[in-house]
């Protein structure tokens, strides 16, 4: 057999630094089976997003992908670059400047605006970005601002996960 070698296993805290931007290697489209799923999982009643005749009378004329799908599809796109080794301490905000519809494909960018060590957890660090969401057409369907607690290099829980053969 050959030599193993080592898969990207994301960002730790020393890996960061302000200004960095880092754009997902993969783009999501979203369908409308994708969004019509969503939006019942989250029982959002909102017609907008399921009802194709009800959304023809609005502005849009078509339905609109529920924005938390937006949101999880985003923010799942740069976990690889970012909280792959960590975890969401919080949002600052989120904006929603243009509509997203089925079909429409998804890429995250995002830019690391701040890094310091937690003052609670010297095992780890708070590195906090601003994220955009863009459609195919460079168009920005969401943005916001967010921390995430980072592991230290030294101290993350990285042991391989993948069992070794009997």
């Known amino acids: 057999m050959g030599k193993v070698k080592q898969g990207w296993i994301g960002r730790f805290l020393e890996d960061f630094e302000v200004g960095d931007i880092y754009r997902s290697r993969?783009?999501?489209?979203?369908?409308d089976t994708d969004n019509a799923q969503f939006t019942m999982i989250t029982n959002n009643s909102n017609q907008i997003h399921f009802n194709a005749h009800y959304a023809a009378r609005t502005?849009?004329?078509?339905?609109?992908v529920n924005?938390?799908?937006t949101l999880s599809v985003v923010a799942g796109l740069a976990v690889s670059d970012l909280s792959e080794n960590g975890f969401a301490l919080g949002w600052d905000y989120i904006k929603l400047p243009n509509p997203v519809f089925g079909g429409d494909t998804l890429y995250a960018e995002t830019e690391v605006l701040e890094v310091r060590p937690s003052k609670s957890r010297p095992t780890q660090g708070i590195v906090k970005v601003r994220t955009c969401g863009l459609n195919q057409d460079g168009a920005v369907v969401i943005e916001y601002?967010?921390?995430?607690?980072?592991w230290k290099r030294d101290s993350a829980p990285v042991a391989s996960t993948f069992p070794e053969r009997a």
């Open 26 to 31: 993969l783009g999501r489209t979203i369908s």
């Open 59 to 64: 502005e849009f004329r078509k339905p609109l």
């Open 67 to 69: 924005s938390a799908l």
């Open 145 to 150: 601002v967010r921390s995430v607690m980072v």
